[in-house]
């Protein structure tokens, strides 16, 4: 299958993409079919190995589907995170819940620790404390990672976002 092979099929599946897309869920059709085009043109050796591509093509447009969709509840969820912390909640509370995860902070091992006061509880951004402490970003970037993921498992914080989600009128 040449390239041009290709684009015509693409386009004849469009409107099977875009329905795919939109029984999921996805806003923008377009941007699906465009990271499907992109994903096949990326992995045509293995198209030429099917001789009817159309159901590679649509577990790939699946796969994109899918991932798109996870991106935009993981953006939903950091918005709502967001209000939460930028005004819904009075002075009082915010300095309660930023004293609580300081505390869940303390139990983390040192690396861990260290990187959450500085970029999550402090104003350090995440280059900065990687340039202060000499160490590559993306391991300053793997233990934030690694230690939000341990704060969340923490029980001290999951009886904070009960709380928090609780009849108080948070």
Known sequence: MNWSQLEQVLNEMRIRIGALAKSWGCQDQDEVFQQVQIRCWQNVDMLRQHADPSGWIMKVALNEIKQLHRGENRRRKREASFEVCAGTVDSAR?????????????TLPSPYRDVVRACDLGPESIQCYAERTSRPIETCR????RARSMLRCCDYLDDLVRHSEGDDGL
């Open 94 to 106: 915010r300095e309660e819940i930023y004293q609580q995860v300081s505390d869940a902070a303390n």
């Open 142 to 145: 793997t233990q934030l990672k």
